[in-house]
């Protein structure tokens, strides 16, 4: 059964950073693509990065120049660097991993951004 788990959340100050992981199981399950969703209260969620196995990444606009995704195909693990965090980044963010046509997501980490 495949599993995505979250870590790295937590409150921080406007001008912060986090660095957010998420482990995919089993390890040997290979994924084309993961990424980083975010939900923010009474909002739908959105993208916020996106990695294939290649390596080439995508990002929403509000993350460019501040944001970095990254991952490690060997340990089935995706990362997200979050620098120069805003209030507005304050979300619950969700592991989004796809593989043979099959969309799989974690159960999310919250990130708090204080003014």
């Known amino acids: 059964q495949v599993q995505l788990v979250e870590s790295g959340g937590g409150l921080v100050q406007a001008g912060g950073s986090l660095r957010l992981s998420c482990v995919a199981s089993?390890?040997?399950?290979?994924?084309?693509?993961m990424g980083w969703y975010r939900q923010a209260p009474g909002k739908q969620r959105e993208l916020v990065a996106g990695?294939?196995?290649?390596?080439?990444?995508n990002y929403a606009e509000s993350g460019k120049g501040r944001f970095t995704i990254s991952r490690d195909n060997a340990k089935n693990t995706v990362y997200l660097q979050m620098n120069s965090l805003k209030p507005e980044d304050t979300a619950v963010y969700y592991c989004?991993?796809?593989?043979?046509?099959?969309?799989?997501w974690g159960k999310g980490t919250l990130v708090t951004v204080s003014s």
């Open positions: 989004n991993a796809g593989a043979y046509g099959t969309s799989y």
């Open positions: 089993p390890s040997t399950f290979r994924f084309n693509t």
């Open positions: 990695i294939t196995s290649g390596g080439i990444t």
